[in-house]
């Protein structure tokens, strides 16, 4: 069922960026749900990347190889009933992009100016169908900066920890320690914000939400708060 009558008619491009563990997955696919929008995950695509110059044993700071790569990859997003899709040159890599050591690789590639041109065309297409929620590190800043509505959606470092943590260890034995999801989160944010290239900063015109104290039901409703006003 849709939130409101007039999204329909509108069909906005809305981008939430953050980093890890703030929640944005989570929320990304229950606003565009609510909304009837596709959800797209960049994170998804860059931990793609990862996966194929982890198989074909590219180093991640070897950009000739790494141009190679790219040009003989495909990696395609597809919405199913079960959920969003992830597939490498046609083989479904949904489950095996999340492991720890690929959330490194994909750091990693995407510091490359090389990976982050080979993925801008793909997310600007996957962009063009309106009606999108847009989820990752640089979406309002560079990706989509004409988006309709921006969000940046952030949460102290200790809780984001707590979250990933609970995600990988959920019904399972055996998985990583919190000491050492707070140590992989730590590399990762100081990756992601501190490389030249797109690094995760907020758009000057985001909304700046702070899930620290807020669980999901509460900042999907707020933005579909924000997201009402601009419609
Ligand atoms: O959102 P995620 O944890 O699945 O993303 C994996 C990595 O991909 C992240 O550490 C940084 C990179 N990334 C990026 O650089 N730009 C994006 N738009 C999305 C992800």
Same mark, same amino acid.
């Given at each position: 069922?849709?939130?409101?009558?007039?999204?329909?008619?509108?069909?906005?491009?809305?981008?939430?960026?953050?980093?890890?563990?703030?929640?944005?997955?989570? &929320?990304?696919?229950?606003?565009?749900?609510?909304?009837?929008?596709?959800?797209?995950?960049?994170?998804?695509?860059?931990?793609?990347?990862?996966?194929?110059?982890?198989?074909?044993?590219?180093?991640?700071?070897?950009?000739?190889?790494?141009?190679?790569?790219?040009?003989?990859?495909?990696?395609?997003?597809?919405?199913?009933?079960?959920?969003?899709?992830?597939?490498?040159?046609?083989?479904?890599?949904?489950?095996?992009?999340?492991?720890?050591?690929?959330?490194?690789?994909?750091?990693?590639?995407?510091?490359?100016?090389?990976?982050?041109?080979?993925?801008?065309?793909?997310?600007?297409?996957?962009?063009?169908?309106?009606?999108?929620?847009?989820?990752? #590190?640089?979406?309002?800043?560079?990706?989509?900066?004409?988006?309709?509505?921006?969000?940046?959606?952030?949460?102290?470092?200790? &809780?984001?920890? #707590? #979250?990933?943590?609970?995600?990988?260890?959920?019904?399972?034995?055996?998985?990583?320690?919190?000491?050492?999801?707070?140590?992989?989160?730590?590399?990762?944010?100081?990756?992601?914000?501190?490389?030249? !290239?797109?690094?995760?900063?907020?758009?000057?015109?985001?909304?700046?939400?702070?899930?620290?104290?807020?669980?999901?039901?509460?900042?999907?409703?707020?933005? !579909?708060?924000?997201?009402?006003?601009?419609?």
């Amino acid at each position: 069922m849709m939130g409101f009558q007039d999204d329909r008619s509108k069909r906005l491009l809305i981008t939430i960026d953050g980093p890890a563990g703030a929640g944005k997955t989570s &929320v990304s696919k229950r606003v565009a749900r609510h909304l009837g929008y596709h959800y797209m995950d960049t994170g998804a695509l860059y931990r793609a990347v990862g996966l194929a110059a982890d198989a074909a044993g590219v180093a991640a700071d070897d950009d000739a190889a790494l141009a190679a790569l790219c040009r003989r990859t495909r990696i395609d997003l597809q919405t199913t009933e079960s959920g969003l899709r992830v597939l490498l040159n046609g083989k479904d890599v949904t489950g095996v992009i999340r492991t720890p050591h690929i959330s490194m690789m994909a750091s990693a590639v995407s510091a490359r100016p090389v990976v982050r041109d080979f993925l801008l065309n793909t997310q600007r297409t996957l962009g063009e169908r309106k009606g999108v929620v847009a989820e990752g #590190r640089d979406m309002g800043t560079v990706v989509f900066p004409h988006a309709d509505m921006k969000f940046f959606l952030d949460a102290d470092p200790a &809780v984001r920890a #707590r #979250r990933r943590f609970d995600e990988l260890n959920a019904g399972r034995q055996g998985g990583p320690s919190m000491a050492s999801v707070e140590k992989e989160m730590a590399l990762r944010d100081k990756n992601d914000s501190s490389r030249v !290239l797109a690094p995760l900063k907020p758009a000057p015109d985001a909304v700046y939400i702070d899930a620290t104290h807020h669980d999901l039901d509460q900042v999907v409703a707020e933005m !579909l708060m924000h997201i009402r006003c601009a419609t």
